[in-house]
């Protein structure tokens, strides 16, 4: 098993009245099964990409190529929003804890914002004569990606001359004409196809997710290899309640309908799923927040957030289902020295690892939630690794799908974000309109 998914802290008889009643998580995984059996029909005759992609392997044979040819540089530039980026930034913290990447690959720098400031000192801290460049983005239109493009473009061009642009660019857009994949072709660069039937915030399992992965020195056969375990798992469940994913959703729209618990908080205890929180935040708020339904995602850090949240999840609104991610970790990590340790207060310390600290807090954590009847669920892992973390993106892929169809959502569009890119293209003509008067 990658994971254990362990829901018995928001039943009823665990937690009291938050939780819900064993009548009651019938009766929504009664409504589980015809979502869980559209997801077996879809895979079955291959009209759902997404549920292809985990059991495909010659992609990333021609990936690798590509990985290798960017593996010269010192630096390179990940430019892309959202679906864009977030999947790419979960899959390199497993190589890259903030320290620097792995020996003999190059520091991937994912460029999400416009800030200028940003920009004006990615200029000052890197050397472009050993940079490389991928900008993603699905529809090749995206504003954003399209200005952090022709920014780079033009800062590698003044340091390397415009006529090597194609060798150190890559573009990543659907295989239709747009202004991304036409800048690329302007200059001759390397183009591939991003799948046009897989939207952003599901594409962390495609190219999207796997170049950068594979250009960090990371398994991403290892990666499909756990999200097709999670697949299958859950599609050859008897029920959906032996299905981790069906169960997860049924819970969790159970809660927000009957309990009226409409905030989700993801809490990891490995600093290695930091951006894997901001990944689902993306995928459970832009997949679900439609019709006037929905609840809300939070990302938090275990340990850092008992420190700044907990008051809050114990005492503040009983307004939350939480849940834990937790790890395999007793045992790791240093201890301090004998000599450290002479005030009597630190006692509790002595002959500890860091591990046995985390390990406790993550208990503890868990404890004081249900204690004080907070709908908690826990994944605990046994080690995170490639293949782990496929399973778990796999695993919240399907839950979020299957929560949709619970609420009565299109899990696969966003109609009101693109109202609010409507409104800033209004502004940008305005301001054009002005300067010109």
């Given at each position: 098993m990658?994971?254990?998914?362990?829901?018995?802290?928001?039943?009823?008889?665990?937690?009291?009245?938050?939780?819900?009643?064993?009548?009651?998580?019938?009766?929504?995984?009664k409504r589980a099964e015809a979502p869980l059996a559209t997801l077996r029909a879809k895979h079955a005759e291959g009209s759902e990409p997404l549920l292809a992609i985990p059991a495909q392997r010659d992609d990333l044979t021609a990936l690798a190529s590509v990985a290798e040819e960017f593996r010269q540089f010192e630096h390179v530039l990940i430019l892309g929003t959202g679906g864009s980026s977030l999947g790419g930034q979960t899959v390199y913290a497993l190589a890259d804890r903030g320290f620097g990447p792995r020996k003999g690959t190059p520091r991937l720098h994912f460029l999400d914002n416009i800030d200028p400031l940003t920009f004006d000192a990615l200029r000052e801290a890197i050397d472009f004569s050993r940079t490389g460049a991928i900008a993603i983005s699905k529809s090749g239109g995206t504003p954003e990606t399209l200005t952090q493009f022709m920014l780079v473009l033009d800062a590698l061009g003044k340091r390397v001359g415009r006529a090597e642009l194609g060798k150190r660019c890559l573009v990543l857009t659907e295989p239709a004409a747009n202004p991304l994949r036409a800048l690329a072709e302007k200059s001759a660069m390397?183009?591939?196809?991003?799948?046009?039937?897989?939207?952003?915030?599901?594409?962390v399992l495609s190219n999207v997710g796997m170049l950068p992965a594979?250009?960090?020195?990371?398994?991403?056969?290892?990666?499909?290899?756990?999200?097709?375990?999670?697949?299958?798992?859950?599609?050859?469940?008897?029920?959906?309640?032996?299905?981790?994913?069906?169960?997860?959703?049924?819970?969790?729209?159970?809660?927000?309908?009957?309990?009226?618990?409409?905030?989700?908080?993801?809490?990891?205890?490995?600093?290695?799923?930091?951006?894997?929180g901001l990944w689902y935040r993306q995928l459970w708020a832009e997949s679900l927040g439609k019709d006037g339904k929905g609840t809300t995602p939070i990302r938090a850090m275990g340990t850092v957030d008992q420190h700044s949240q907990l008051q809050l999840y114990l005492a503040g609104p009983a307004d939350k289902m939480f849940t834990l991610v937790t790890g395999e970790i007793a045992g790791t990590g240093g201890r301090a020295a004998p000599d450290l340790l002479s005030d009597p207060s630190l006692g509790y310390l002595t002959g500890k690892q860091m591990g046995d600290l985390l390990d406790a807090e993550q208990r503890a954590t868990e404890q004081s939630l249900i204690r004080n009847g907070r709908p908690t669920r826990r994944f605990h892992l046994t080690r995170l690794d490639?293949?782990?973390?496929?399973?778990?993106?796999?695993?919240?892929?399907?839950?979020?799908?299957?929560?949709?169809?619970l609420l009565g959502v299109n899990a696969?569009?966003?109609?009101?974000?693109?109202?609010?890119?409507?409104?800033?293209r209004q502004y940008l003509g305005g301001m054009g309109r002005q300067a010109a008067q």
């Amino acid at each position: 098993m990658l994971y254990r998914q362990d829901v018995s802290g928001c039943l009823l008889e665990r937690i009291g009245a938050l939780g819900l009643g064993a009548g009651e998580v019938a009766a929504m995984l009664k409504r589980a099964e015809a979502p869980l059996a559209t997801l077996r029909a879809k895979h079955a005759e291959g009209s759902e990409p997404l549920l292809a992609i985990p059991a495909q392997r010659d992609d990333l044979t021609a990936l690798a190529s590509v990985a290798e040819e960017f593996r010269q540089f010192e630096h390179v530039l990940i430019l892309g929003t959202g679906g864009s980026s977030l999947g790419g930034q979960t899959v390199y913290a497993l190589a890259d804890r903030g320290f620097g990447p792995r020996k003999g690959t190059p520091r991937l720098h994912f460029l999400d914002n416009i800030d200028p400031l940003t920009f004006d000192a990615l200029r000052e801290a890197i050397d472009f004569s050993r940079t490389g460049a991928i900008a993603i983005s699905k529809s090749g239109g995206t504003p954003e990606t399209l200005t952090q493009f022709m920014l780079v473009l033009d800062a590698l061009g003044k340091r390397v001359g415009r006529a090597e642009l194609g060798k150190r660019c890559l573009v990543l857009t659907e295989p239709a004409a747009n202004p991304l994949r036409a800048l690329a072709e302007k200059s001759a660069m390397r183009i591939l196809d991003h799948h046009p039937d897989v939207g952003g915030r599901f594409s962390v399992l495609s190219n999207v997710g796997m170049l950068p992965a594979m250009i960090a020195g990371l398994d991403a056969a290892a990666l499909r290899r756990g999200a097709e375990g999670a697949l299958e798992a859950t599609l050859k469940a008897e029920g959906a309640r032996a299905a981790a994913p069906a169960l997860g959703a049924a819970l969790g729209v159970g809660l927000a309908e009957l309990r009226g618990l409409r905030t989700s908080v993801l809490m990891p205890y490995a600093d290695g799923l930091a951006h894997f929180g901001l990944w689902y935040r993306q995928l459970w708020a832009e997949s679900l927040g439609k019709d006037g339904k929905g609840t809300t995602p939070i990302r938090a850090m275990g340990t850092v957030d008992q420190h700044s949240q907990l008051q809050l999840y114990l005492a503040g609104p009983a307004d939350k289902m939480f849940t834990l991610v937790t790890g395999e970790i007793a045992g790791t990590g240093g201890r301090a020295a004998p000599d450290l340790l002479s005030d009597p207060s630190l006692g509790y310390l002595t002959g500890k690892q860091m591990g046995d600290l985390l390990d406790a807090e993550q208990r503890a954590t868990e404890q004081s939630l249900i204690r004080n009847g907070r709908p908690t669920r826990r994944f605990h892992l046994t080690r995170l690794d490639e293949k782990t973390l496929g399973g778990l993106l796999m695993h919240f892929m399907l839950e979020t799908i299957i929560a949709a169809d619970l609420l009565g959502v299109n899990a696969f569009d966003q109609p009101a974000v693109e109202e609010g890119k409507v409104i800033a293209r209004q502004y940008l003509g305005g301001m054009g309109r002005q300067a010109a008067q």
